[in-house]
């Protein structure tokens, strides 16, 4: 082949795959997890954090970089990796995710959809041939195709816009030229068997460097996203890398690569490390609770981060308590490391075929923040960007 | 001597001096500067950081760490040193200027001073005897007598306050207990010449361990300021650290080491990084300007720092425009090493007899920021603090 991307599947577990997917930025080890840097920047941390921290994907979002600074501004500085100065791999998603989630008077139409920006409420359009333009322009080592994400329990709404989805990925993969840029194509069909594997078999035949597993996570329940990728990850190519969009917990990482996913992104260790919470191997602990105010502990006693190494739960609470921007740092740090060391241990457990019982103990272990919690707090962060 | 504390007078160069300053928390090069992490956190930056930039000595505020978390709890996680985990000097202030900038309703007597907490409006109260026992229990190196810091140019008021002053010294000398820490008076007297050496004679005579300037750059004149610096230096003892506090600004330090000043310390870099701003050998830079909009160079072209090593004002201007933590920490990591490398330079120049030359040719190529500006932003910032 003469594309620089390659994946390499060392060893199976169960569903459990272990694998590397080699792109022109470097090798990524999978199962993988990418932290979310929006704006070219995963927030508080710089690359040399990144590299110390052992990531080995970033994720950076389209629509934001298209509003600001700009695509065109974006490739005239070099492109993302020069831009940010992040030399390791990048994936851009299409776009398409935060023009339903967080854009303003959305008007859809088989072409595209026009929308309205939330910073200034100027009037963009994106079409499957404008997104590949813009995510050429930035530069990523993946793109993704434009999809549309319904929601997932809306059977006639997920029929009609599955077509339309099928179409933009043909029109995606058309008008996708680099060849130094992988392009992954998008699954959808919402928590419907058939129209899952009628996505999977249609964007088969496309022949995509990778394949995305979308639309997930936005609303079913854990139940109905695991019964998805049940039926989906099964039928995927078994040659090419699997990505689940947005997700996640850990519990949901451990879930997902138990049914065979390889890599994941999500913005949770930095957002909940912004609102004082932090990871640990029990679930979540929140700095802010009065009974750390004079705990000299680190968050969390075996974990060999920068913050445990260093500073004590006292401090972490006084410095959030306070709204100091480096407590928001330090927990950043030690939530985008808790995930990284968590998919070292998920591939060591896969290459010694003991996956299953390293699943089975960090479940044990792990308290699962109430669902009920987590949609009503998803509900009013959706409400209060779409107010902005 | 008993004492871990030493003075060691290396070289001058006309008023400029040499010196190394030995706590017990290392050794400080002199002329030095001293960032401030207000809340036992220099904002944004890490202790690694600190060391990697070359810092000497932190300045932490006594009035806020009283507030929050509280002395006692500092105190019983071991003291500032352990609390922050940053092992090199640490200086605390007395509060009182935080007290005369920051408390509402403020009732002094000769006692002390009432006030009330700007975060939640409890009363409080300091007198030299407690401001004593809140730096001891904080215990950093060297700690502040309190003294009050009167308008400047007012003759009357400055007289009553001198009194009152020299007896809080007083007191604060009898009350101050722990031999591993430096105590240093305060002179005060506003811009009056026979206030100053009359505070200096009386200070001199209660021997402390270093001597600060106070009273200054809280509303005079630059002149004003130079010339009280003129007359105030050269009277006090040589065998003693001389400190200049809330100082400064790069041409404010030079021209204070020109009079004989050995240490500063000042928000400066780190506030108004925090606001966009750039410090560089021809003057400050505001990265929300357009101009830099695809501007590939870094903020400084020789600066040795990680910002300047790594990011285009570019990037740097898209973080900031965006509200980027990481762009705010960026600044500041810039901001500090300029601080701090203009501090090694004058140190070198003293060291080589070429402190005038030194002086004379940053000074020309300096751009220093209008002195109406900067009154206005300064009266701003103190109207939006006592309005909390």
Known sequence: MATPFRFELHATDGQARLSTYHTPHGAIPMPAFAPVGTLANVKTLEPRDLHELGVSILLANTYHLYLRPGHVRVQRLGGLHAFMA???????????????????????????????????????????????????????????????????????????????????????????SRTDQALFGIVQGGIFPDLRLESVAFLAQLDFHGYAVGGLAVGETKEQMYATLDVTCPALPPDRPRYLMGVGTPEDILEAVHRGIDLFDCVLPTRIARNGAALTPTGRIHLRNAAFAEDPRPIQEDCACYTCRTFSRAYLRHLVKAREITGLRLLTIHNVHFMVHLMQEIRAAIAQGRFADFRAGFLERYTIPDQAVRHEQRRRRLQSLSSR
């Open 86 to 176: 992040w030399d390791g791999p990048i994936l851009t998603d299409s776009g398409g995710y935060q023009v339903f989630s967080l854009a303003h008077r959305r008007h859809l139409d088989d072409d595209g959809v026009t929308f309205r920006s939330h910073i200034d409420g100027s009037v963009h359009r994106f079409t499957p041939e404008h997104v590949m333009a813009v995510q050429e322009a930035l530069g990523a080592d993946i793109a993704m195709v434009l999809d549309e994400c319904p929601e997932p329990l809306d059977r006639a709404y997920n029929e009609r816009a599955l077509a339309r989805t099928h179409r933009w990925a043909e029109r995606c993969k058309a008008a996708h």
